[in-house]
């Protein structure tokens, strides 16, 4: 996973969303631009935010899978050693990972612990960093990324997550109407959002935030500072009037 340059992710991959945050800033969202609408001009999240706060690359190769020759089953065995009965479609549920691949053994190979990592992986990247809205399924197509660990080492993996979250605030934003709650129904790497709106907009951002020797480090993410926290998980029209009203020019130019 280091190899692969994921591994600072992973700290990181706990963080639950909060739906009214959450619904808040889709509410202020624009996919013609791809920015947030507020009472002092337009802001959002960019490359070098992604870097900062989770440590994932920027620059590199771009994130592409070519569909194999092989059928999804086949690839399935060969990368990771075992298959689920039921592949439809080449979709995989992410319990039967977490399930399947529970504990590596003493005795694993390093053959077994490679599978055993890419299984990790394939949750990581269906369930954080490119989750849909399908309810906890992945699609083995990201499996094909982290088939050769040096190759994707050379992936801009921030790059991906965040064309992939503007993606999805697009389509929040478009489904939304004036009365709707998003809840539950959204896509991409909620962590990064709430991190970004914390960073930016510190009057909207739980009380305490670890601070001194944890984030000093270069090689540290910025995001690691948020870990102890917990989200107010307050309603959306409470983030709002926080976003619009409340001290709505104290916005963070740099962190």
Excluded: N
């Excluded at 609408?37 to 960019?46: A, L, S």
């Amino acid at each position: 996973l280091v190899d692969a340059g994921l591994s600072s992710v992973l700290p990181l991959a706990p963080l639950t969303g909060d739906p009214g945050l959450i619904t808040a800033l889709v509410e202020r969202w624009r996919p013609e631009t791809s920015t947030f609408h507020m009472p002092f001009g337009e802001v959002t999240i960019t490359l070098e935010d992604v870097a900062t706060l989770t440590g994932l690359a920027i620059d590199g190769d771009a994130v592409v899978v070519d569909i194999p020759d092989e059928d999804w089953s086949a690839m399935c065995l060969r990368l990771l050693g075992q298959a689920p009965t039921d592949l439809g479609g080449g979709v995989i549920w992410i319990t039967w990972l977490r399930e399947t691949f529970d504990e590596l053994p003493l005795s694993a190979s390093p053959q077994m612990t490679e599978q055993f990592a890419r299984a990790y992986a394939l949750s990581l990247m269906g369930g954080v960093l490119f989750s849909d809205r399908s309810g906890g399924s992945v699609h083995l197509q990201y499996l094909l990324l982290v088939e050769d660990w040096r190759k994707a080492g050379r992936f801009a993996w921030g790059a991906a997550v965040l064309s992939y979250l503007y993606r999805e605030m697009g389509r929040s934003a478009l489904q939304m109407t004036a009365s709707s709650s998003l809840g539950g129904d959204f896509g991409g790497w909620s962590a990064l959002l709430m991190i970004w709106t914390w960073e930016r907009f510190p009057h909207t951002s739980p009380l305490h935030a670890v601070t001194g020797a944890l984030i000093t480090q270069d090689e540290v993410s910025r995001g690691l500072r948020w870990l102890p926290a917990h989200t107010r998980q307050h309603g959306d029209r409470f983030y709002l009037y926080k976003l619009l009203f409340d001290e709505c020019t104290t916005f963070v130019v740099s962190i």
